[in-house]
């Protein structure tokens, strides 16, 4: 009699560092594309006693803020887009109160609030972190990022400042064990509760694994595969930092104006087809 398939994936854990040095960091986990948290990378940030939901409130709760629902990643008119605006101190209290799972992300708090940058010291440990573009993330509790890499190709540094969130992270090479669809930065597979029947090469993934806490500091090296459980309302803020090798710059730049082109002109083409498509082409990636 076969045994049964295991629905598992192989997690190592993050390390966790304290003290890290420049010359240590650069060594031992940027050029070994290695993620890692840093437990007091930002001990020393205004924005990490400052930034919370009563300080956004009155300082900045009419801001119109785009949110974002689970069907993000879904073919059809709404495809890579947000669900509505509403007023940001509105969607505080919504996901503190746990009455929606709304999502937001890629908010860039320095050209919504560029006062705010004060709050931030860019970290010490290598060079290139972009003083314009600071990203904050917020979900309620079960709010889930689903499974994607960064398509500019940056190194993150994501930092929590509440909420504890659970990270399932997967090297750049792990694309084709997890069915990675043509022309974007997504896949569709649940690296949380993997189906290995349907996706059988799911077995060979190798990930890691990190529950991130507030005042820890995750690093997510370049093409990173990221997938987010929010089991607690979570503010973040991640800080990016182009990658040092060049080719890997024009990469980025070519995903963002080529494929990501691409991909939502023929979705607005034909929706349903173009997702079958990029399916059928993710399984023989992956079988081949």
């Not at 940030?45 to 803020?65: C, I, M, S």
């Not at 996901?95 to 320095?110: D, P, Q, V």
């Amino acid at each position: 009699m076969n045994e049964p398939v295991q629905n598992k994936i192989s997690y190592e854990d993050v390390e966790r560092v304290e003290g890290l040095s420049r010359e240590d960091f650069q060594q031992t986990f940027l050029k070994q594309n290695r993620p890692v948290v840093f437990k007091d990378l930002a001990k020393n940030w205004p924005a990490l006693h400052k930034w919370n939901r009563d300080y956004f409130t009155q300082h900045y709760g009419d801001n119109e803020v785009k949110v974002y629902d689970s069907n993000f990643g879904t073919p059809g008119k709404k495809y890579m887009s947000n669900l509505e605006t509403m007023r940001f101190a509105d969607y505080l209290q919504a996901i503190e109160s746990g009455e929606t799972t709304l999502r937001m992300f890629l908010y860039n708090i320095i050209k919504a609030c560029p006062e705010l940058k004060h709050d931030v010291e860019l970290p010490a440990v290598m060079d290139g972190f972009s003083k314009n573009f600071m990203f904050m993330f917020f979900g309620a509790a079960g709010s889930v990022t689903q499974l994607h890499y960064d398509i500019d190709l940056s190194h993150v540094f994501h930092t929590a400042f509440s909420g504890k969130k659970r990270f399932y992270l997967f090297a750049p090479d792990q694309g084709a064990n997890l069915y990675r669809h043509p022309f974007t930065i997504r896949s569709y597979v649940d690296p949380v509760t993997p189906d290995i029947v349907k996706f059988p090469k799911l077995s060979n993934a190798q990930g890691h694994y990190v529950e991130l806490l507030p005042g820890e500091t995750l690093f997510i090296p370049a093409g990173f595969w990221h997938h987010v459980v929010y089991d607690e309302a979570s503010y973040a803020l991640s800080l990016r930092c182009v990658h040092q090798n060049w080719s890997k710059r024009i990469e980025g730049i070519a995903n963002i104006l080529f494929m990501q082109m691409v991909d939502r002109f023929v979705n607005k083409l034909n929706p349903e087809g173009w997702h079958h498509w990029k399916t059928q082409k993710a399984r023989q990636l992956a079988e081949s």
